[in-house]
């Protein structure tokens, strides 16, 4: 490291301290001495611009009881810059001040790192079932994360009172992400409180009919569903390029079509072939990735943790995972990933087509009821109502312990 680059290191330690230790610190602590009030909700979104799926549901139903004063906040951490980003973390922090309950459904090190009240009661809806690839303190060192002493100072995760799963078998992977150890406790298996749509009915029949209406040249054929996760940071997200479409229409036109659905951090999703459009479409503005799972037969990801919503389906998975070793590198597995997929796992377009033309003997459901059973065990249509019940019929004060 050069002694400018020193430096710059240097300055931006310096800066990063004042901001969290003395001007986060201190706008909380002034507005935390006004008395808590016990109807006072906040959601907080670290990056998205408005309420999300795994907030959803128990927001529309604590709007509905009339009784709460609900507050939203949008920080769009790595979407905005970091003078407009202070200004949305300081606006949360002074609200925060005098709130019982906060609802996250990712890490925030500006939350986690405050010396928030004891009676504030912190909810982490984690955004993602199961557990794949890594997240948090399990990312330390790696290209993906920061250091471990910089997660160390200013956690990601702190001041948490619950963490809901969607099994218990993934509650040592959480504790080591969050780095619970002292306090696993806090670690739930209520469920996933996104996964109660779908087994709604009458949200899955909708789903159908506005899928129809999306893509009206289906015209009732089967139907593909690529959903591939992001490569690089969210904040300079881009999607993988490498599936073929023309290679897939030519093999499976008659009986299929195929719909992607790119993460939303992606600003620019490779382009559909435009002879091509009669077969495959580009849906990420269009449909919710909650629809798609509902009405696709088949679902081609690769490192993205909606195969385990799709679990609840028993239906056919394929892992597209071409470049599986240097995303290894990147981020890493929580579990051996060839033991872990449902699923075939392939590296060729050739053999996305070979699967889907024979998945009639190819499909191995027992394998995905086990996935199912490991990773979804906890979800089953009522998270949200568990979640709750946990939430607001505790003994109304964090667990310092």
């Not at 006004?34 to 604590?62: A, H, M, T």
């Not at 250091?147 to 200013?154: D, N, S």
């Not at 600003?267 to 459009?277: F, G, L, N, T, Y």
């Not at 943790?305 to 799709?310: A, D, I, K, N, P």
């Amino acid at each position: 490291m050069s002694k400018l680059e020193k430096i710059k290191n240097a300055v931006s330690h310096a800066v990063k301290f004042v901001t969290f230790r003395i001007l986060f610190e201190g706008i909380y602590r002034l507005h935390a001495k006004k008395p808590v009030k016990e109807n006072k909700i906040l959601f907080v979104e670290v990056r998205e611009p408005s309420v999300s799926n795994s907030f959803r549901l128990i927001y529309d139903k604590l709007k509905k009881e009339k009784k709460y004063m609900i507050h939203t906040h949008y920080l769009r951490s790595g979407f905005v810059g970091k003078l407009e980003y202070t200004r949305r973390c300081t606006a949360m922090l002074k609200d925060m001040g005098d709130a019982k309950y906060v609802f996250l459904n990712e890490g925030c090190n500006v939350i986690g790192s405050i010396s928030m009240r004891s009676e504030t009661i912190l909810t982490q809806t984690w955004h993602a079932c199961g557990a794949f690839k890594k997240f948090g303190f399990s990312t330390a060192e790696l290209k993906y994360g920061e250091t471990a002493e910089e997660m160390k100072k200013y956690p990601y995760y702190g001041n948490t009172s619950y963490v809901t799963l969607s099994s218990p078998e993934i509650a040592w992977a959480y504790e080591e992400a969050m780095m619970l150890g002292d306090r696993k406790e806090c670690l739930k298996a209520t469920g996933v409180s996104r996964t109660d749509i779908f087994f709604n009915q009458d949200f899955r029949k909708s789903a159908k009919a506005h899928f129809n209406q999306a893509v009206p040249f289906a015209n009732g054929r089967k139907v593909i569903l690529y959903a591939p996760t992001f490569r690089g940071h969210a904040s300079h997200a881009s999607s993988p390029d490498c599936l073929d479409v023309r290679r897939l229409k030519e093999s499976l036109d008659e009986e299929y079509v195929l719909v992607m659905k790119h993460h939303p951090f992606v600003a620019h999703p490779p382009a559909v072939p435009e002879d091509c459009r009669d077969f495959a479409k580009d849906v990420t503005s269009e449909l919710s990735i909650d629809e798609l799972l509902c009405v696709s037969d088949i679902c081609i990801s690769d490192y993205s943790s909606l195969v385990f919503e799709y679990s609840l389906f028993h239906r056919p998975m394929l892992f597209y995972a071409y470049d599986l070793e240097e995303y290894f590198d990147w981020r890493g597995f929580y579990y051996d990933y060839h033991e872990l997929a449902p699923g075939p796992v392939v590296r060729t377009n050739e053999e996305i087509v070979d699967f889907v033309l024979n998945v009639g003997t190819r499909f191995d459901e027992k394998r995905v009821e086990e996935f199912r059973e490991r990773f979804m065990a906890s979800c089953d249509g009522h998270a949200t109502e568990r979640i709750l019940k946990m939430v607001f019929h505790s003994d109304g004060k964090r667990n310092l312990e």
